[in-house]
């Protein structure tokens, strides 16, 4: 790569302050997860706050899903923090987590989240990440990580130490680092050292210096199917063994390394270093490719997050500041997602339902209505075993005319009547007669 001699330090320092300052309007992207599902690349970010699952199509990156936790306790909205794909028997899941709490949703129909299991623990643990280890679901706090069945039953728990995660007085996320690609062993970069954690002998087997400017905040390594482990410094994209000889490197231009991806099906790397993307041969780590993102995606662009995968050739995916990014294996835009205003949607009024009829014989009409939904929600109506879509106005209120379904013969004669907020899981039931 050649370098780059207008990029001053007044500018990359203004980069970055538009990337961390939390006080600013505009979203800003720095990490997130991709997958291919059924020959489709799905992305999701948690940047914002909210859980945004986004979906490749036709060149263009189509918003799927937005949602914020809400605390029905206190009715305010929170944030998600972290969220992790997975594939399981033929369906696309996404675990994510909210504090306390972690979660485990549906995708169903590319447009609506279906809430499957959620765990909260009593014990005072703040998830500041969630991840897959190998097979495995694993929460990530500063009091070390937790291994998860994939219905939410803890297998093992890791102390801080074994990971070599730092104290929590640390000022940037130091938990992002942690990263594990198999069963066996987990990756940790921290205080200039790349440490190799064991899962089999639950022991450190290495501890690899690396050479970083500042604090590596939001750094990882990889590992691939023949064990061998890739990183960015600074300085240098490296290629390690497990026991530390370094096997290959490729000096790039000095700017903060970040994260290193390999879709796992093509013999490439590739690595942002803020300023771009570079691609390089992963056996010889030869450069084949690179990209300046700072303007490709619209102004304020620095290369971040990074995930590959393969749908149909590589897909790159670029966390960029003030945008998602989707290339194809030659570095050349697909799509893009652009930052917008943070916005919030709320609910104006308590949740309420009401009937124009509260009994009334199978196959009779009657109307509900209700409120207190977010602005111009889609809404899952169920009553027996009968769904139906509905949707809120401008105020969160909607009126929606149902049949009495046929109950199945021995059930009670009073059942209930449920609408959920597809967005804000929202949720508030009333009681019907069926004569």
């Known amino acids: 790569m050649k370098r780059i001699i207008f990029l001053s330090v007044i500018c990359l320092m203004a980069v970055l302050a538009l990337t961390h300052n939390g006080q600013t309007q505009t979203k800003s992207y720095?990490?997130?997860?991709?997958?291919?599902?059924?020959?489709?690349?799905?992305?999701?970010?948690?940047?914002?706050?909210?859980?945004?699952?986004f979906k490749l199509e036709n060149n263009d990156l189509q918003q799927l899903v937005t949602l914020r936790p809400l605390?029905?306790?206190?009715?305010?909205?929170?944030?998600?923090y972290d969220l992790k794909f997975s594939v399981e028997s033929g369906h696309l899941f996404v675990y994510t987590i909210n504090g306390y709490s972690l979660y485990k949703y549906e995708v169903v129909g590319d447009n609506r989240l279906v809430l499957i299991v959620s765990s909260k623990n009593?014990?005072?643990?703040?998830y500041n990440r969630v991840d897959k280890f190998g097979d495995n679901i694993i929460t990530i706090s500063d009091k070390g990580a937790k291994v998860w069945t994939n219905d939410l039953q803890t297998i093992i728990a890791y102390t801080a130490s074994d990971l070599a995660i730092p104290v929590a007085t640390d000022s940037y996320n130091s938990n992002y680092n942690i990263r594990a690609y198999n069963n066996n062993y987990i990756l940790n970069v921290q205080n200039n050292y790349l440490t190799v954690f064991s899962?089999?002998?639950?022991?450190?087997?290495?501890?690899?210096?690396?050479?970083?400017?500042?604090?590596?905040?939001?750094?990882?390594?990889?590992?691939?199917?023949?064990?061998?482990?890739?990183?960015?410094?600074?300085?240098?994209?490296?290629?390690?063994?497990?026991?530390?000889?370094?096997?290959?490197?490729f000096r790039h231009l000095d700017y903060a390394g970040y994260d290193v991806a390999i879709s796992g099906h093509s013999n490439y790397l590739y690595f942002s270093n803020g300023i771009g993307l570079v691609k390089l041969d992963k056996d010889t780590m030869k450069l084949a490719e690179f990209?300046?993102?700072?303007?490709?995606?619209?102004?304020?662009?620095?290369?971040?997050?990074?995930?590959?995968v393969y749908v149909n050739g590589d897909k790159v995916v670029v966390f960029n500041n003030s945008n998602i990014l989707v290339l194809d294996s030659n570095l050349n835009k697909l799509a893009v997602w652009q930052a917008t205003e943070v916005t919030t949607p709320v609910s104006v009024e308590n949740l309420y339902l009401n009937l124009d009829h509260s009994v009334g014989t199978p196959q009779a009409k009657i109307v509900l209505s209700g409120g207190g939904y977010l602005p111009n929600e889609n809404l899952i109506i169920t009553f027996g075993d009968v769904q139906t879509a509905g949707?809120?106005?401008?105020r969160g209120r909607f009126t929606q005319n149902l049949s009495v379904p046929n109950l199945p013969i021995g059930s009670p004669d009073i059942t209930d009547i449920k609408v959920v907020g597809a967005s804000s899981n929202l949720s508030y039931s009333i009681s019907f007669k069926i004569k």
Do not use: C
């Open 199 to 249: 899962r089999e002998t639950q022991t450190q087997i290495s501890n690899i210096p690396l050479n970083y400017k500042i604090n590596p905040g939001n750094r990882q390594a990889y590992q691939d199917e023949n064990n061998d482990i890739f990183v960015v410094d600074d300085y240098y994209a490296k290629k390690f063994s497990l026991d530390g000889h370094l096997l290959g490197s």
């Open 291 to 308: 990209r300046y993102t700072g303007g490709l995606g619209g102004p304020r662009g620095w290369a971040m997050g990074l995930k590959s």
């Open 30 to 53: 720095y990490s997130g997860d991709a997958i291919n599902f059924n020959n489709s690349l799905y992305v999701g970010s948690t940047d914002t706050g909210s859980l945004e699952i």
């Open 122 to 126: 009593t014990y005072w643990e703040w």
């Open 71 to 80: 605390d029905a306790r206190f009715g305010r909205y929170e944030s998600f």
């Open 391 to 394: 949707q809120a106005d401008a």
